[in-house]
């Protein structure tokens, strides 16, 4: 949701309906969670760390060792967080940590600690963004993905809640995730007919049920199951020009030509 203010009075101007990109909405989540849990100062160190690594002495050195090259974080791309943590756990055996130039910049025995416990996290959450950017995702999929990560982390519900602030038009994205489950209400009925919407082609959800045991370790059995018979049981009967509605904009962000169709920001 970049130029956030532009797209709703874009959406307002042109009659339409305006869906907020799930993977800006995790990237989100993501970045205040390790705010709340104080990565910041560790995933900060790590980052001159890399940055040490990258110049042109360190890099002949770690070259000698490994084929591994240095990844430094995007702070606007949690995912660039995670290769950098994943890179460190890679080449932290290559180190020399009595290095002048590294001595101070080289994670502490507690803080290499806690990197691997926030990488086992990370990991998790991980598969939820390679799920998000797959073309067969659903907007219900995502919505169980989203649940999901709510159970392991509460404090992503800010952001990952069906309700959440910044969600533009709850009403819309649940009727379409109801519709993909197939538990329509009469008002939703009404809502998704008036933009032209329903169709009655359905089918299975595309996402595995193995899929929520590559992150959902540590929710209760009970809410694994309620989550799995959801991925199971959706249908795909939303549709936009004759391609199911993204939970999130793959290519670029963009505007339907049709009054009725809705608008992926």
């Known amino acids: 949701?970049?130029?956030?203010?532009?797209?709703?009075?874009?959406?307002?101007?042109?009659?339409?309906?305006?869906i907020g990109c799930a993977s800006h909405r995790l990237n989100l989540a993501v970045n205040n969670y390790l705010h709340d849990n104080s990565y910041d100062d560790v995933l900060d160190k790590l980052n001159v760390l890399m940055k040490k690594l990258g110049s042109l002495k360190q890099a002949a050195n770690l070259r000698q060792q490994t084929s591994l090259r240095p990844i430094i974080?995007?702070?606007?791309?949690?995912?660039?967080?995670?290769?950098?943590v994943q890179r460190y756990s890679e080449i932290k055996q290559f180190l020399n940590k009595?290095?002048?130039?590294?001595?101070?910049?080289?994670?502490?025995?507690?803080?290499?600690?806690?990197?691997?416990?926030?990488l086992e996290t990370?990991?998790?959450?991980?598969?939820?963004?390679?799920?998000?950017?797959?073309?067969?995702?659903?907007m219900s999929d995502a919505r169980t993905l989203f649940?999901?990560?709510?159970?392991?982390?509460?404090?992503?519900?800010?952001?990952l809640s069906a309700t959440a602030k910044i969600v533009s038009t709850p009403e819309f994205e649940n009727s379409v995730v109801r519709a993909n489950d197939g538990v329509l209400k009469h008002s939703d009925e009404v809502l998704l007919k008036s933009l032209n919407l329903i169709q009655d082609a359905v089918g299975p959800s595309t996402v595995s049920g193995s899929l929520f045991f590559t992150f959902l370790d540590g929710v209760p059995e009970s809410?694994?199951?309620?989550?799995?018979d959801a991925s199971?049981?959706?249908?795909?009967?939303?549709?936009?020009?004759?391609?199911?509605?993204?939970?999130?904009?793959?290519?670029?962000?963009?505007?339907?030509?049709?009054?009725?169709?809705?608008?992926?920001?």
């Open 1 to 18: 949701m970049d130029n956030e203010p532009t797209n709703q009075k874009l959406s307002w101007i042109m009659g339409i309906v305006m």
């Open 73 to 84: 974080r995007n702070c606007t791309r949690w995912s660039s967080t995670y290769a950098m």
């Open 223 to 228: 809410k694994l199951v309620e989550f799995a």
């Open 122 to 138: 990370m990991s998790k959450i991980q598969s939820v963004t390679l799920t998000l950017q797959s073309n067969d995702t659903t």
């Open 147 to 159: 649940d999901g990560l709510i159970e392991l982390h509460p404090s992503m519900r800010h952001h």
């Open 232 to 265: 199971n049981t959706c249908f795909a009967g939303i549709h936009m020009q004759d391609s199911a509605i993204p939970p999130i904009d793959q290519v670029q962000r963009r505007s339907v030509p049709r009054r009725s169709a809705p608008f992926c920001a």
């Open 98 to 118: 009595l290095d002048p130039a590294l001595v101070d910049h080289i994670p502490s025995a507690s803080e290499d600690l806690r990197l691997s416990h926030l």
